[in-house]
């Protein structure tokens, strides 16, 4: 038997520590860099997803139908629309509908580390989507059945503007550059454009019938509006506010677009297309569609991953979330959440 000298065992030594350092580094970079958050209006709860794993590790309640998502700027906090307005999808007789419970309507403020509402926002009647200014102190909230857009001081807890849009206000986007708000109004066909200097409307922009969701490119210089009942993608310029073309995803009544998510880099635009199953895939620097693939039922909110490499969408009526790999367009994997996912979006830690 060879005897065993010191540089042996250094040797030794120096490969387990070498193999010991490869697998916490291995296991450092299988770590989530971020986390997923849907938003379950059925059942009035929050999801919460591993994206590596690719389950829920959490959950919480919220309240009453809680839609519209955001993270404050610190990722300290969620902010929730909550709405007590019964559901009324298209073609409900509303006539019929029980009267809406005011008292539920607000923003709640979810605390990530405690895992619980901690309060909740006056926000004006039915809020469903919103958005925050530049620095984050700010709220501008839809009112659905108000027609109006409210602006809450989150600090101060408090509603310091009201501004009249048009009818059945849904979609809130603050452009990255900070110094505007569009709000879609369905019912009007149309974008209204709000200064967020004055807090006064500038413009109301007709881009299509029942327009959902509004996506801008990083450099502000473009907004993409889903108009549901047209089959079709509008595109704004987001300088001049001026609607100058439509990108045709399908027949209209037949392809529904509805939610939007950009890419980190601003080159690609996804669509999902509710009731029609698919996302659509839209490359923004000829605005053409370059491919589609279907994701699960009537898929409404949708997010891409920080690095790009992964789309969320929330399937309403399967009450599920589809974790799609974008190099091959497939779905990696549905994962089971709760009563009819509606909103979604990705965190980073």
Same mark, same amino acid.
């Given at each position: 038997?060879? /005897?065993?000298?010191? +540089?042996?065992?250094? #040797?030794?030594?120096?490969?387990?520590f070498?193999?010991?350092?490869? %697998?916490l580094?291995? #296991?450092?970079?299988?770590?989530?860099?971020?986390?997923?958050y849907?938003?379950n209006?059925?059942?009035?709860?929050?999801?919460?997803?591993d994206?590596?794993?690719?389950?829920?590790? %959490?959950?919480?309640?919220?309240?009453? *139908?809680p *839609?519209? $998502?955001?993270? +404050?700027?610190? /990722?300290?906090?969620?902010?929730?629309?909550?709405?007590? +307005?019964?559901f009324?999808?298209p073609?409900?007789d509303e006539?019929?509908?029980p009267?809406?419970?005011?008292?539920?309507?607000g $923003?709640?403020?979810?605390?990530?580390?405690?895992?619980?509402?901690?309060?909740?926002? $006056?926000?004006?009647?039915?809020?469903?989507?919103?958005?925050?200014? @530049?620095?984050?102190?700010?709220?501008?909230?839809s009112?659905?059945?108000?027609?109006?857009?409210?602006? $809450?001081?989150?600090?101060?807890g408090?509603?310091v503007?009201?501004?009249?849009?048009?009818?059945?206000?849904?979609g809130?986007?603050t452009?990255?550059?900070?110094?505007?708000?569009?709000?879609?109004?369905?019912?009007s %066909?149309?974008?209204n454009?709000?200064?967020t200097? #004055?807090?006064?409307?500038? @413009?109301?922009?007709?881009?299509?019938?029942?327009?959902?969701?509004?996506?801008?490119?990083?450099?502000? +210089? *473009?907004?993409?509006?889903?108009?549901?009942?047209?089959?079709?993608?509008?595109?704004?310029?987001?300088?001049?506010? =001026?609607?100058?073309s439509?990108? /045709?995803?399908?027949?209209?009544?037949?392809?529904?677009?509805?939610?939007?998510?950009?890419?980190?880099?601003?080159? #690609?635009?996804?669509?999902?297309?509710?009731?029609?199953?698919?996302?659509?895939?839209v490359?923004?620097?000829?605005?053409?569609?370059?491919?589609?693939?279907?994701? &699960?039922?009537?898929?409404?909110?949708?997010?891409?991953?920080?690095?790009?490499?992964?789309?969320?969408?929330?399937?309403?009526?399967? &009450?599920?979330?589809?974790v799609?790999?974008l190099?091959?367009?497939?779905?990696?994997?549905?994962?089971? =959440?709760?009563?009819?996912?509606w &909103?979604?979006?990705?965190?980073?830690?």
């Open positions: 038997m060879p /005897r065993l000298t010191r +540089s042996h065992f250094l #040797t030794g030594a120096t490969i387990a070498g193999a010991l350092a490869v %697998g580094i291995s #296991t450092h970079a299988q770590q989530p860099s971020y986390k997923v849907v938003t209006e059925a059942s009035g709860d929050l999801s919460i997803i994206p590596i794993k690719q389950e829920v590790i %959490g959950n919480a309640k919220l309240g009453k *139908r *839609r519209g $998502i955001h993270a +404050s700027l610190d /990722r300290k906090f969620l902010y929730v629309a909550l709405s007590g +307005s019964p009324a999808p073609g409900t006539s019929k509908l009267p809406p419970d005011r008292s539920a309507d $923003i709640g403020v979810y605390d990530i580390a405690q895992n619980k509402v901690t309060k909740v926002l $006056i926000s004006g009647p039915d809020p469903e989507q919103f958005d925050l200014s @530049k620095d984050g102190k700010l709220l501008y909230i009112n659905e059945d108000a027609a109006k857009t409210t602006i $809450i001081d989150i600090a101060a408090k509603i503007k009201e501004i009249k849009v048009g009818e059945e206000p849904e809130v986007t452009s990255p550059n900070g110094k505007f708000v569009y709000v879609t109004a369905e019912d %066909g149309e974008v454009v709000i200064d200097a #004055t807090q006064k409307l500038l @413009k109301r922009v007709k881009v299509g019938k029942r327009p959902r969701s509004v996506a801008f490119l990083p450099d502000s +210089s *473009r907004a993409y509006v889903t108009a549901e009942n047209d089959g079709t993608v509008a595109v704004m310029n987001a300088r001049t506010h =001026v609607f100058s439509v990108i /045709r995803l399908g027949e209209s009544g037949i392809v529904k677009p509805m939610g939007l998510a950009m890419s980190p880099d601003g080159g #690609t635009l996804y669509v999902s297309t509710g009731s029609f199953k698919k996302v659509f895939v490359d923004t620097k000829t605005n053409k569609v370059t491919g589609d693939f279907e994701v &699960g039922q009537r898929p409404w909110g949708i997010a891409v991953s920080p690095d790009g490499k992964l789309l969320f969408t929330a399937n309403g009526p399967s &009450g599920d979330v589809s799609v790999d190099a091959t367009k497939t779905v990696l994997k549905k994962i089971k =959440v709760a009563d009819r996912p &909103g979604v979006i990705v965190v980073p830690q």
